[in-house]
């Protein structure tokens, strides 16, 4: 039968084997599916970034189609070249020095306290009962909620005025109400703690994920042999979840490198410069000031951040998964 | 029956799911009492159920509008990375053509890059695309740095198809084209509804390229209607609060309604049952 109907196919299709090559549509389908998506990517995430690189060294507000055209009204080009002047004004000021330095204390932050609370609350309710779907549900709820919805409720909760931060005034005595918000170490410290809020839940069902394709013998077996909850825990659990855990940590950074969304409505980088971060910094001293050699200039340090970080992290700690 | 062991494991999941819970709850009672009783009372009860605050904004055209934008865009984006990313996808599955891995490694690049880094070259270039303040320049933006995720789910998921399928479909003459919108398509709805899923999120909740895009109040997304109307009434939190509170509403029972595929997404899985 099979030799009957491989026969058939050959025998019609035979003739117009070349034919064949235009006309079973491969050729037509890879030109009508590949470019849409390769032009929009290229138009929109390759060529800015090209860009960046190329406007870094130049004074330009962004007025004419690029800083080393020439304007033909005034004579000269759009954009002034300052070589790396950009990238040292930059380096040396001390809102970008803040920035930095907050951005590397998100990160860690993340690392070294949101990771772990993930990981506990994911190993007391990765098991599957209905109470603790519902724990899940909750945990997760903050992850799904937009940035700026949350920024917004956590700036009242710590109005001096109004939530927490008023209650615990007024539990202390204090004459003046405290609005950790306006304080120089607090308002960024309220946003790392907001951070936490909001995206403990996403690595926590990373956890859970990876905790339930555990194979249920193996923990039963050690259970059997006397191995406690928290043996159970650290000398199984974890040291099976470390793929989960890499890509949890690979998450954390490159997330921690872009916060902006929930800097806005809590501080928009206040008091004086001291709770921004790499991207609000961008958006303030770049775009809003219409700087965009300046504002190119932090893209690529930024950038240069990101790729080192994910090229240096995929080849050690992630080689060979 | 009773253990301690559980009642502590119990007592931290409360503790937990409280510190969510509570300025929530505070957030949409706060829309329903004045001003003067949220300062005394922040997180109880509202003495006197105040409507008017939710009613206002109920009312008010503005927010029904920035709704409408951030619905759009998002649909947009949602439906224009799935189609891209499949067909993408599609022809990197089942085509190895000269080139193929390194187009598809180039499409990758997008999953390591700090989004935030060219947002200024990206604005002048939608600027010079004639794009700022249309839909458009928020959308085509978000569906670039969208695919490269969605490819690679969608890869992955294509190539575990049985080939047996494609080449029955090729012996009745069903042709590369045809068969991708008549049989991979619709068998992939899991792996479709998660990826649309987090992209749709991902896009309503936006604010950085809304705000670098949109200037005109006319076509504001919710994100930046929400920012704006806290600067409106500064002093007046039980306002901002019912605003929140108004468009949490559909993200919550989006959330609910999705949740297994956003689930099924985080653990790069496909969906059961």
Redesign the interface.
């Known amino acids: 039968m099979v030799t009957t109907?491989d026969y058939a196919?050959q025998a019609t299709l035979k003739p117009n084997v070349f034919r064949r090559m235009w006309t079973?549509?491969?050729l037509?389908?890879?030109l009508?599916?590949?470019p849409?998506?390769?032009l929009?990517?290229t138009?929109?995430?390759?060529?800015?970034?090209l860009?960046?690189g190329f406007?870094a060294p130049y004074k330009w507000s962004?007025y004419g189609?690029a800083p080393w055209v020439l304007n033909e009204d005034t004579g000269r080009e759009f954009g002034r070249w300052v070589g790396s002047q950009n990238f040292e004004r930059m380096w040396g000021h001390s809102a970008f020095q803040q920035a930095f330095e907050n951005t590397l204390l998100v990160i860690a932050v993340s690392l070294l306290i949101q990771l772990p609370i993930a990981l506990f609350?994911a190993l007391?309710?990765y098991q599957n009962s209905r109470i603790n779907t519902i724990?899940r549900?909750?945990?997760?709820?903050?992850y799904?909620?937009?940035?700026?919805?949350t920024g917004?409720?956590?700036s009242?909760?710590l109005?001096g005025?109004?939530?927490?931060s008023?209650?615990f005034s007024d539990l202390m005595g204090y004459e003046t109400a405290f609005f950790p918000l306006a304080e120089k170490p607090w308002a960024f410290y309220s946003i790392l703690a907001v951070i936490v809020?909001k995206y403990f839940g996403?690595h926590m069902?990373?956890y859970i994920?990876g905790l339930q394709s555990i194979s249920k013998e193996l923990i039963e077996a050690a259970r059997i042999d006397g191995a406690s909850a928290i043996q159970r825990a650290f000398f199984i659990q974890i040291p099976l979840l470390w793929p989960a855990i890499t890509i949890s940590i690979f998450y954390s950074v490159?997330g921690g490198?872009?916060v902006?969304?929930l800097v806005?409505?809590m501080t928009a980088g206040g008091p004086s410069n001291s709770s921004h971060t790499l991207?609000s910094y961008?958006?303030n001293f770049?775009?809003v000031r219409l700087n965009?050699g300046f504002?190119?200039a932090v893209?690529?340090f930024?950038?240069a951040?990101?790729?080192v970080f994910?090229?240096v992290y995929r080849n050690t700690v992630q080689r060979g998964q | 029956m009773f253990e301690w062991k559980d009642a502590g494991r119990i007592s931290v999941l409360l503790l937990v799911s409280s510190l969510i819970l509570i300025p929530l709850a505070a957030t949409v009672l706060g829309g329903f009492k004045t001003s003067g009783e949220l300062r005394v009372s922040p997180f109880g009860i509202p003495d006197q159920w105040h409507m008017e605050f939710y009613g206002e904004i109920f009312a008010d055209a503005n927010f029904w509008r920035y709704l409408w934008n951030s619905l759009v865009i998002s649909l947009l984006t949602v439906f224009l990375t799935v189609l891209m990313g499949a067909m993408a996808a599609y022809a990197f599955a089942q085509v190895r053509f000269f080139g193929s891995e390194f187009l598809f490694s180039y499409m990758l690049l997008g999953l390591m890059f700090p989004f935030a880094a060219a947002i200024m070259p990206l604005f002048l270039t939608v600027r010079d695309l004639g794009l700022l303040d249309t839909p458009w320049g928020v959308v085509l933006p978000q569906v670039a740095f969208g695919l490269a995720f969605s490819i690679m789910f969608f890869r992955t998921f294509f190539s575990q198809m049985p080939a047996e399928l494609f080449e029955a479909a090729r012996v009745d003459g069903c042709g590369y084209i045809k068969f991708f919108f008549l049989f991979t398509l619709p068998l992939s709805t899991p792996i479709l509804a998660t990826i649309a899923t987090f992209v749709f999120v991902q896009s309503w909740n936006n604010y950085l390229l809304p705000l670098i895009m949109l200037n005109d109040r006319a076509g504001y997304t919710w994100t930046l209607g929400a920012m704006d109307y806290r600067g409106e009434y500064t002093a007046e939190w039980n306002r901002t609060l019912a605003f929140v509170s108004a468009t949490l509403a559909p993200a919550v029972v989006f959330f609910l309604a999705a949740q297994k595929y956003i689930v099924a997404g985080l653990t790069g899985g496909a969906v059961k049952g």
């Open positions: 109907t196919t079973d549509g491969q037509k389908m890879l009508i599916f590949l849409p998506a390769l929009v990517f138009v929109f995430v390759i060529l800015p970034m860009q960046a406007f962004g189609p609350l007391l309710i724990f549900l909750v945990f997760f709820l903050p799904i909620m937009a940035e700026v919805a917004l409720i956590f009242f909760v109005d005025n109004y939530g927490l008023k209650w809020w996403f069902m990373i994920a490159l490198l872009q902006f969304d806005m409505p991207v961008l958006y770049g775009f965009v504002g190119s893209g690529v930024l950038f951040v990101g790729v994910a090229l």
